[in-house]
């Protein structure tokens, strides 16, 4: 999107020409927080808009899997708004359908978000429906086959996206276990049968795992229901997950088509502050246009336009405990194997050729990067989640937005790389031979 603005100029006895930066103040949407009667922390975001929306944040992402279970989370994802002893799935999708609302179920490393969006006035009857997936599916056998031919499905597609394959691998590399766990189940889980979901669902569905996040709803009628409808969930208290611990490695993947690439290393967990200054660097040296047409404005963005449908792009995930911090870079092997070389001079040197220019523009667009992530339902139901969930507070936007405030430029600490090759490996680069 281009935004356009309009100058204008006052000219007196002394001509005068002052820049200076000002950040447009952004409106903190009143977010209210309240533990439960049934133990389970409600929060609420008021922001007028004519549609609600309800959803179930549950710490039960592929992160939780153990070796014996790896790609559980996967299967009790698809599970939701199945048959359960109040309603048949059917019965489920028509009543919404007629009252015009929308399920889903979302699947990342370190949660499961149930959700439901619908018109104001419905609230009552959508939290009934997010509350029996949590007291009463049944979890039927019969019902194993349906949903292992939906998890096969969900597994296909995502392989036929290369960006996504590539990032899943970086991760495995990256982390082996717990965050390196894939968010797709694969055809050599040992989940076999309805009772092995069952069991991680009992695991995982008590109260200090699960949050309750509403969007343009009321929050004492939210709060009433979650007493009600929950008064019965049980209140164990989950073992603590293993602390994530970054190993690095290689992965050589060989496939037609284009070619991706990705070089990561160890990054900072969210909501810190080296997870801000990670940020930044990220939108310094990213090799993203933001126009359609044109060079780009950086070294990167003006190498990959002279390439062939070369892509480059930083990325920047943050987790509760650790991150992952790289690019990815896709298109014909050899543009790719150059561009690699020059993503890895520019990381290297990034810290020493700052312009005071260069690090406001970078600076803007990560302070853009954390306003935008606070627009959409989907979106701040998943940031308040996860911040009650690990940390046990609300993070507003403008407390977000204050992190870049007193940022000064730090370089990376050195680790061993992670790198991913997909694509014609035998013209894709080594992590050893980009000088790192």
Same mark, same amino acid.
């Given at each position: 999107?281009?935004?356009?603005?309009?100058?204008?100029?006052?000219?007196?006895?002394?001509?005068?020409?002052?820049?200076?930066?000002?950040?447009?103040?952004?409106?903190?949407?009143?977010?209210?927080?309240?533990?439960?009667?049934?133990?389970?922390?409600?929060?609420?975001?008021?922001?007028?808009?004519?549609?609600?929306?309800?959803?179930?944040?549950?710490?039960?992402?592929?992160?939780? =899997?153990?070796?014996?279970?790896?790609?559980?989370?996967? +299967?009790?994802?698809?599970?939701?708004?199945?048959?359960?002893?109040?309603?048949? !799935?059917?019965?489920?999708?028509?009543? !919404?359908?007629?009252?015009?609302?929308?399920?889903?179920?979302?699947?990342?490393?370190?949660?499961?978000?149930?959700?439901?969006?619908?018109?104001? @006035?419905?609230?009552?009857?959508?939290?009934?429906?997010?509350?029996?997936?949590?007291?009463?599916?049944? +979890?039927?056998?019969? =019902?194993?086959?349906?949903?292992?031919?939906?998890?096969?499905? =969900?597994?296909?597609?995502?392989?036929?996206?290369?960006?996504?394959?590539?990032?899943?691998?970086?991760?495995?590399?990256? *982390?082996?276990?717990?965050?390196?766990?894939?968010?797709? #189940?694969?055809?050599?889980?040992?989940?076999?049968?309805?009772?092995?979901?069952?069991?991680?669902?009992?695991?995982?569905?008590?109260?200090?795992?699960?949050?309750?996040?509403?969007?343009?709803?009321?929050? @004492?009628?939210?709060?009433?229901?979650?007493?009600?409808?929950?008064?019965?969930?049980?209140?164990?208290?989950?073992?603590?997950?293993?602390?994530?611990?970054?190993? @690095?490695? &290689?992965?050589? /993947?060989?496939?037609?088509?284009?070619?991706? *690439?990705?070089?990561?290393?160890?990054?900072?967990?969210?909501?810190?502050?080296?997870? #801000?200054?990670?940020?930044?660097?990220?939108?310094?040296?990213?090799? &993203?246009?933001?126009?359609?047409?044109?060079?780009?404005?950086?070294?990167?963005?003006?190498?990959?336009?002279?390439?062939?449908?070369?892509? /480059?792009?930083?990325?920047?995930?943050?987790?509760?405990?650790? @991150?992952?911090?790289?690019?990815?870079?896709?298109?014909?092997?050899?543009?790719?194997?150059?561009?690699?070389?020059?993503?890895?001079?520019?990381?290297?040197?990034? #810290?020493?050729?700052?312009?005071?220019?260069?690090?406001? $523009?970078?600076?803007?667009?990560?302070?853009?990067?954390?306003?935008?992530?606070?627009?959409? $339902? !989907?979106?701040?139901?998943?940031? *308040?989640?996860?911040?009650?969930?690990?940390?046990?507070?609300?993070?507003?936007?403008?407390?977000?937005?204050?992190?870049?405030? $007193?940022?000064?430029?730090?370089?990376?600490?050195?680790?061993?790389?992670?790198?991913? #090759?997909?694509?014609?490996?035998?013209?894709?680069?080594?992590?050893?031979?980009?000088?790192?």
């Amino acid at each position: 999107m281009l935004r356009t603005c309009r100058l204008s100029s006052k000219f007196g006895s002394s001509f005068k020409i002052s820049l200076s930066r000002a950040y447009a103040s952004v409106a903190a949407l009143p977010v209210t927080v309240t533990k439960s009667k049934a133990g389970i922390t409600v929060v609420s975001v008021e922001d007028s808009a004519p549609a609600s929306s309800v959803s179930l944040v549950v710490k039960a992402g592929s992160r939780e =899997e153990g070796t014996d279970n790896v790609g559980v989370a996967h +299967y009790l994802k698809n599970f939701a708004f199945k048959n359960t002893s109040a309603r048949t !799935a059917f019965r489920t999708t028509r009543e !919404a359908e007629l009252l015009g609302g929308f399920l889903s179920a979302n699947l990342a490393r370190e949660n499961l978000i149930l959700s439901a969006e619908f018109l104001r @006035g419905d609230l009552g009857y959508f939290m009934e429906i997010l509350s029996d997936i949590v007291f009463k599916t049944k +979890y039927e056998q019969h =019902e194993f086959p349906n949903i292992k031919e939906s998890v096969n499905f =969900e597994r296909g597609a995502a392989a036929a996206i290369p960006e996504v394959t590539v990032m899943n691998a970086a991760h495995s590399v990256a *982390f082996r276990h717990g965050l390196g766990n894939s968010l797709f #189940a694969d055809d050599a889980t040992k989940v076999s049968n309805s009772s092995d979901v069952k069991a991680f669902a009992n695991k995982v569905y008590t109260a200090p795992n699960i949050m309750i996040v509403g969007t343009s709803v009321n929050h @004492g009628e939210l709060l009433n229901l979650t007493d009600s409808l929950f008064q019965n969930i049980s209140h164990a208290i989950p073992s603590t997950p293993i602390a994530s611990k970054y190993f @690095g490695g &290689e992965c050589r /993947i060989s496939i037609p088509g284009d070619s991706h *690439f990705v070089l990561a290393f160890s990054g900072a967990p969210a909501g810190t502050s080296d997870y #801000a200054a990670l940020q930044i660097l990220r939108f310094l040296i990213d090799g &993203e246009k933001g126009t359609k047409w044109g060079e780009g404005v950086n070294v990167l963005a003006q190498r990959a336009s002279k390439l062939d449908d070369t892509k /480059i792009s930083f990325f920047n995930a943050g987790y509760s405990d650790a @991150g992952l911090f790289g690019v990815h870079i896709s298109g014909i092997a050899t543009s790719v194997y150059s561009a690699a070389r020059s993503a890895v001079e520019q990381l290297k040197h990034a #810290a020493n050729k700052i312009s005071k220019d260069d690090f406001a $523009r970078a600076l803007a667009k990560a302070r853009f990067n954390a306003a935008a992530a606070y627009e959409t $339902r !989907a979106s701040k139901t998943e940031i *308040f989640g996860n911040q009650i969930l690990f940390s046990g507070k609300v993070t507003t936007v403008t407390e977000a937005l204050t992190q870049f405030d $007193r940022f000064k430029v730090e370089d990376i600490q050195s680790c061993k790389p992670t790198a991913v #090759a997909l694509g014609d490996v035998s013209a894709l680069p080594y992590s050893d031979s980009l000088s790192l």
